[in-house]
Nanobody, 125 residues
Framework: QVQLLESGGGLVQAGGSLTLSCAAS????????LGWFRQFPGREREFAAA????????YYADSVKGRFTISRDNAKNTVSLRMTNLKPEDTATYYC??????????????????WGRGTQVIVSS
């Protein structure tokens, strides 16, 4: 059983930065993708960023590209999301996601196997 635990959410002013972290525990296996989704009030979760099992490739939603950076530490089984130049429209609950796959349709919520409980990010104007 894999468990994902997020940390690092909070309140930040527009233009500020915040780093989210997620620790994975349990049997993740060698081909384990990690990613971040976010959910705005009244809407479904949407893809934000993903990183391949090796950490060699990263993918971003257009809305966060250039502002967010995803990275992973395979020795510690963690993934981070560094968010800079935050905007009020980034206010959402952020979820860590994991999936065991040789290839992943990372933009699709249904492709992911495991989810954290979420951490809230509030960006004030």
């Amino acid at each position: 059983q894999v468990q994902l635990l997020e940390s690092g959410g909070g309140l930040v002013q527009a233009g500020g930065s915040l780093t989210l972290s997620c620790a994975a525990s349990g049997r993740t296996g060698a081909n384990y993708y990690l990613g971040w989704f976010r959910q705005f009030p009244g809407r479904e979760r949407e893809f934000a960023a993903a990183v391949t099992p090796s950490g060699g490739d990263t993918y971003y939603a257009d809305s966060v590209k250039g502002r967010f950076t995803i990275s992973r530490d395979n020795a510690k089984n963690t993934v981070s999301l560094r968010m800079t130049n935050l905007k009020p429209e980034d206010t959402a609950t952020y979820y860590c996601a994991g999936a065991s796959a040789s290839w992943l349709n990372y933009r699709s919520e249904r492709a992911w196997d495991h989810w954290g409980r979420g951490t809230q990010v509030i960006v004030s104007s």
